[in-house]
């Protein structure tokens, strides 16, 4: 079974960078595409970005692109989310979740997560 443990989160100023880590384990992590959700307080949680198994493919939000960067490192079961010029509203609790599918968006398409990590920027 596998399990999902992030990293990475923390307070940082709005115009700051913060990197998230996401480390699998349990699992043939290179045969599946990974992805990031974000949950703020009172809101459903929400797509933000999600790479294929070979990392040729990538998929981000709108309200990221340009500001973050999905990567991962197939050799260390892990996978990360660089993530600079971040604002206030960008603030709430990351997952890192497996997928079945290519380009998957819908939380509901995603098998595996993990438990969080909390990231606040502060205005």
């Known amino acids: 079974q596998v399990q999902l443990i992030e990293s990475g989160g923390g307070l940082v100023q709005a115009g700051g960078s913060l990197r998230l880590s996401c480390e699998a384990s349990?699992?043939?992590?290179?045969?599946?595409?990974m992805g990031w959700f974000r949950q703020a307080p009172g809101k459903e949680r929400e797509f933000v970005a999600t790479?294929?198994?070979?990392?040729?493919?990538?998929l981000y939000t709108d309200s990221v692109k340009g500001r973050f960067t999905i990567s991962r490192d197939n050799a260390k079961n892990s996978m990360y989310l660089q993530m600079n010029s971040l604002k206030p509203e960008d603030t709430a609790v990351y997952y890192c979740a497996t997928s079945s599918y290519l380009m998957a968006t819908m939380s509901t398409e995603y098998d595996r997560w993990g438990q969080g990590t909390q990231v606040t920027v502060s205005s």
């Open positions: 790479i294929g198994w070979t990392a040729d493919n990538t």
């Open positions: 349990g699992r043939t992590f290179s045969t599946y595409s």
